[in-house]
């Protein structure tokens, strides 16, 4: 019997084939011959019998004996036809012990026996490797629809064909509920995503193909309107499930988010009424702005028949046309201006001698203070009844 002076090796959990090792009798003219394996921290398997026959144990065990011509011996032998599979976790070195029996065929002296050792080397289970993510940052525009987060990440695992989980989560810059990463169920994987933690986890066993397309179809997803525009990094994780070096590396990608201007809104009453040539406070106008961020914005108010004014300018800047005119342009924060037109502090005065409805016109401007897509601006009315 030859046995190959190399150990074969391979990883903890890891089917290792065994190759070299070949039978040899020189009177056995045919005769069938008792081949007996054993291991003692695995198990020993004949992909196929090729011929052979299980006289003793069972294929795929710690031990078993099978029977055959010398030809059918080696052929059973050859070509990677023999695998060992090490036991849940084993890492070191076991020996494949060997026993031919010739079983006498041939000439006197009885059944002769050759034994031999092959060492197998079982190396620490290696962990799966994350690859090939994207080095450029994913730009997300306010607005658009959520977008997988990568198309190029690779998955390999030298001594595991599955996966059991993955986790994907914000690990840079984590903005809370605008930030949503979004996945669809798929391949008996299923995802949860904690938004308090900006955590996605994946669980399910399935193939490393199955995940690769899993975590290429994660997106990501901001729903405000006033985005933070602070730079977010998306992590990856893969987990095969095993005792030991389970997890992979951890792939990340950045996330350039730019925010879109949104313009200002304007909440005005449908009217007000008073008498003729007296003051009327115009109450119930209310600017806002999603995105304004504490920024100056301007306001323009403008009526055909009579005066309108602040009874307090406290905080706001008039930059066209005069207080107490027909017209007047003013700048300031939204809490400026709401402060202004609040607790009766905006006047009309009608002309002398007109009874009629007047209109008041605004215009708000937000000067583009935040976001691309420029300056923008809202404009309503309120009707004036005398």
């Not at 019998?49 to 059973?76: C, E, M, P, W």
């Not at 009885?110 to 799966?128: D, E, F, Q, W, Y």
């Not at 046309?321 to 609040?342: M, P, R």
Request: proline share 3%; net charge negative; hydrophobic share 40%.
């Amino acid at each position: 019997m030859t046995i190959p002076a190399n150990s074969p090796s391979g990883n903890q959990n890891a089917t290792i084939a065994i190759n070299g090792i070949s039978t040899a009798d020189v009177d056995a003219n045919g005769g069938k011959e008792d081949l007996k394996l054993t291991v003692l921290n695995g198990t020993i398997r004949f992909k196929s019998l090729n011929g052979i026959t299980v006289d003793g144990g069972a294929n795929g065990s710690a031990s078993v004996t099978v029977g055959g011509t010398i030809a059918q011996l080696n052929a059973a032998l050859a070509g990677g036809n023999l695998v060992y599979q090490p036991n849940n976790n084993f890492s070191g070195t076991d020996a494949l012990s060997l026993l031919l029996n010739d079983n006498g065929h041939t000439g006197i002296g009885g059944p002769k026996t050759a034994s031999g050792t092959l060492l197998i080397k079982v190396g620490p289970h290696v962990a799966p490797v994350l690859a090939n993510i994207e080095t450029s940052a994913l730009s997300f525009t306010e607005g658009n629809k959520a977008t997988p987060i990568t198309g190029a990440l690779t998955i390999t695992d030298s001594d595991s064909t599955t996966l059991v989980g993955a986790t994907i989560w914000i690990s840079q810059n984590f903005a809370g509920a605008q930030d949503v990463l979004g996945f669809s169920n798929q391949n008996g994987i299923s995802g949860s995503y904690n938004a308090s933690t900006g955590i996605l986890t994946l669980s399910g066993t399935a193939s490393l193909a199955q995940y690769q397309s899993a975590l290429r179809s994660v997106t990501y997803l901001d729903n405000s309107q006033n985005p933070s525009t602070a730079s977010r990094t998306i992590s990856f994780q893969v987990n095969d499930g095993a005792a030991q070096n389970h997890l992979s590396n951890i792939g990340a990608r950045n996330v350039t988010v730019i925010a879109v201007n949104n313009p200002p809104v304007l909440t005005v009453p449908a009217s007000v009424s008073g008498l003729p040539s007296t003051d009327i406070a115009v109450n119930g106008i209310v600017c806002s702005d999603v995105d304004a961020n504490g920024g100056v914005e301007t306001l323009t108010l403008t009526v055909s028949h009579g005066t309108i004014r602040f009874v307090n300018l406290a905080g706001l800047t008039v930059t066209g046309g005069a207080n107490n005119s027909a017209t007047i342009t003013v700048n300031g924060t939204l809490a400026q201006l709401d402060a202004a037109l609040s607790n009766s502090n905006l006047i009309y005065h009608g002309a002398t001698g007109f009874s009629a409805t007047d209109t008041l016109s605004l215009n708000l401007n937000d000067n583009g203070n935040t976001g691309i897509g420029g300056a923008k601006s809202t404009t309503a009315s309120v009707a004036i009844k005398l």
